[in-house]
T-cell receptor
Framework: GAGVSQSPSNKVTEKGKDVELRCDPI?????LYWYRQSLGQGLEFLIY????????KSGLPSDRFSAERTGGSVSTLTIQRTQQEDSAVYLC???????????????FGPGTRLLVL | EDKVVQSPLSLVVHEGDTVTLNCSYE??????LLWYKQEKKAPTFLFML????IEKKSGRLSSILDKKELSSILNITATQTGDSAIYLC???????????FGTGTSLTVIP
C-alpha cells in the first residue's frame, strides 16, 4: 500500500475486555514494529517482527500482550484483560530492512488511540 | 543502559523565530540518528544522519550530527504555525532491531 495503515483509529473498551489492534505495513517492508505512546511520553518499544517471526519481544509489558504477523504482512497486537494503564496510542511502523543489519528508516502508521474505562 | 535525551521538553516561540532542538544519546554501536515530526498521531520522517559533521537540509529545516559529542541538533528557521508539533529523535544501533526514542520536544509556534 501507499503507507502504513492501522485500525481501528480509536477504540474505547471496558476494563477486563480483550482488544485487537491491526497494522498493515507498506508493501514489501519486511520489518514491522509496535510502539506504545502514553500521554506526554516518548515512544515505548513493544515488539519487532522480521518477516513472520518476532526475534525481539523484550518490550512487551506483560503476558497480557501478544502479537502475531501472518504472510509477512499484516500484524495484530492483542491485549487481553485490558487495564486502565493500557490506555495509550499504539503505533505501528515498518521498514525495508532489519534483523542484524540494524533497523532501516521506519515509516509510521497513524496509530490506534486506546482508552480503557 | 541505552538512552536518548531531548531538550528542551517544550518550547513556545513566535512566528519567524529560529529554534534549535537538541538530542543527545548513549547508545552502544551507533548506526544512525533519525528525526521525526509528530502532529496528532503518526510521526513523519524528517532526516536520517549517519556521518558526523554533514548537514542535512530540507527547506527551513536542517540537522547535523556530532559523533564526538554524541548529539544532534535540529534547526528550524523562520518558524511558521505549521511547524507546531512534537519533534522526536531516535537512534538506531548497528545490531539488533530496536530504535531508541527520546521523549520529544513539543514546539508551539504562536502567530
Amino acid at each position: 500500500g501507499a503507507g502504513v495503515s492501522q485500525s481501528p483509529s480509536n477504540k474505547v473498551t471496558e476494563k477486563g475486555k480483550d482488544v485487537e489492534l491491526r497494522c498493515d505495513p507498506i508493501s514489501g517492508h519486511t520489518a514491522l514494529y509496535w510502539y506504545r505512546q502514553s500521554l506526554g511520553q516518548g515512544l515505548e518499544f513493544l515488539i519487532y517482527f522480521q518477516g513472520n517471526s518476532a526475534p525481539d519481544k523484550s518490550g512487551l509489558p506483560s503476558d497480557r500482550f501478544s502479537a502475531e504477523r501472518t504472510g509477512g504482512s499484516v500484524s495484530t497486537l492483542t491485549i487481553q484483560r485490558t487495564q486502565q494503564e493500557d490506555s495509550a496510542v499504539y503505533l505501528c511502523a515498518s521498514s525495508l530492512v532489519g534483523g542484524g543489519r540494524g533497523p532501516g528508516t521506519q515509516y509510521f502508521g497513524p496509530g490506534t488511540r486506546l482508552l480503557v474505562l | 543502559e541505552d538512552k536518548v535525551v531531548q531538550s528542551p521538553l517544550s518550547l513556545v516561540v513566535h512566528e519567524g523565530d529560529t529554534v534549535t532542538l537538541n538530542c543527545s544519546y548513549e547508545v552502544t554501536n551507533f548506526r544512525s540518528l533519525l528525526w521525526y515530526k509528530q502532529e496528532k498521531k503518526a510521526p513523519t520522517f524528517l532526516f536520517m544522519l549517519t556521518s558526523s559533521g554533514i548537514e542535512k537540509k530540507s527547506g527551513r529545516l536542517s540537522s547535523i550530527l556530532d559523533k564526538k559529542e554524541l548529539s544532534s541538533i535540529l534547526n528550524i528557521t523562520a518558524t511558521q504555525t505549521g511547524d507546531s508539533a512534537i519533534y522526536l529523535c531516535a537512534v538506531a544501533p548497528n545490531t539488533g532491531n530496536q530504535f531508541y526514542f527520546g521523549t520529544g520536544t513539543s514546539l508551539t509556534v504562536i502567530p
